[in-house]
């Protein structure tokens, strides 16, 4: 059984590099229940390996030709939170600079993790300007109340969504002073009747200041996301957000590079307009990782401009959609191995 498991491991690294490659006990992941071999994935990864995934046909063929029974159990790690069983990881995203891309970034990889079959909740945590509705095309859509205090998210493809902007208009949530802002995002988040989420994202207002720390302490977010474009004004501001988490001991699961390339739509160039490899020196120089590059590109801006998120467009182009959806998996990845490092702490503690 042992040579099946290590030709098993190996079809997964060669087919899904971006979460196989990176684990090294093939024990983590497949185990053997009698005649049967288990697959246990901690993330959903229905496109790749669900029954109409692309690559359940070739598990299908391995089970075949080695006689043997691979079933396949998702599990979506729950590492911190008040209610694990409604809200299991809630993912911050942030940016220091305003403008970087971060609300447009927060709702595609909120798509991509929805589409690779996980439940998606995406929360718009900038009180003062949000953008959500915008981009969602929600913008006269007002959320339900079973009993004039609780709300119900609105629902978008399958994403649950909710932002300040559904429940007052632009203008006056600009005028609201710092405590206000963060008692109606409080509020905004306590009393959402979210539906049994395996991750909620929430888009957090640009900065690093006292509104954004308040924000970051009154939930139990789970991991953080920081999303720049590579100019070195946006880096020098995204490095203040990785100090902020640090200091309220959040763990950054790393930086989207956002506009990081154009690729010139006549001839096909790849230009680097606001420079090249910041994400990646500050990735390096802080200890955490490169998580996607995007590009600048107009279909981008167009489709969040029009309200219909970029992975749900049918038009969209496909590689782009691909960045989002590799992004989505390497952050389910990257808390699995958050969770497994949790345990292993504990796991000392008590010895
Ligand atoms: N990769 C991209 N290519 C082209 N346009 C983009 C890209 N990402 C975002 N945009 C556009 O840039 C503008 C700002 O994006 P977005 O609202 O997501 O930024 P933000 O960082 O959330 O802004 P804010 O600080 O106001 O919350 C939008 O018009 C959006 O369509």
New binding site residues.
């Given amino acids: 059984m042992s040579d099946i498991i290590a030709k098993l491991a190996a079809l997964l690294q060669q087919h899904i590099p971006v979460y196989f490659s990176d684990i090294q006990r093939t024990s983590d992941y497949i185990k053997v229940e009698g005649k049967s071999l288990s697959l246990s994935l901690p993330f959903v990864c229905n496109s790749l390996l669900g029954a109409k995934g692309e690559f359940s046909h070739l598990l299908e063929s391995f089970a075949k030709q080695h006689k043997v029974n691979i079933k396949i159990a998702y599990d979506i790690p729950s590492i911190k939170g008040q209610n694990p069983k409604v809200v299991k990881n809630v993912i911050a995203v942030a ?1 220091g ?11 595609n990889l909120a798509a991509a993790l929805s589409l690779e079959g996980a439940r998606v909740g995406i929360l718009d945590a ?1 009180v003062y ?1 949000p ?1 959500l509705p ?2 969602l095309g929600t913008k006269n859509v007002q959320p339900e109340s079973p009993d004039n205090k609780n709300i119900y998210p609105i629902i978008v493809n399958d994403l649950q969504t909710m932002s300040i902007g559904y429940l007052v208009d632009e203008d006056s949530a600009t005028v609201w002073r710092g405590p206000m802002a963060s008692r109606a995002f409080q509020q905004l988040y306590n009393e959402t009747l979210w539906d049994e989420l395996d991750y909620l994202i929430v ?1 957090m ?2 900065g690093t200041g006292d509104i954004q720390l308040t924000l970051a302490q009154n939930m139990p977010v789970t991991a953080a996301v920081i ?1 720049t474009t590579p100019q070195d004004l946006a880096l020098a501001d995204a490095i203040k957000g990785i100090s902020m988490f640090n200091k309220v001991d959040i763990n950054v699961l790393g930086i989207v590079e ?3 390339y154009h690729i010139c739509t006549e001839c096909g160039h790849k230009e680097h307009i606001f420079g090249a490899d910041g994400g990646q020196r500050i990735a390096h120089k802080y200890q955490t990782e490169l998580l996607a590059q ?12 029009s309200g219909t998120p970029f992975m749900y467009n049918q038009e969209a182009n496909p590689e ?1 959609q691909q960045i989002y959806r590799t992004l989505a998996l390497k952050l389910s990845y990257k808390l699995s191995q958050q969770k497994m490092a949790v345990q292993q702490i504990a796991i000392s503690a008590v010895k």
């Fill in positions: 940016s600079k305003g403008g970087v891309g971060k609300s447009t970034t927060s709702i900038d300007g953008s915008t981009l888009d207002p640009p999303v956002n506009m990081s995007l590009p600048l590109n107009m279909q981008i801006r167009e489709l969040a401009d782009i």
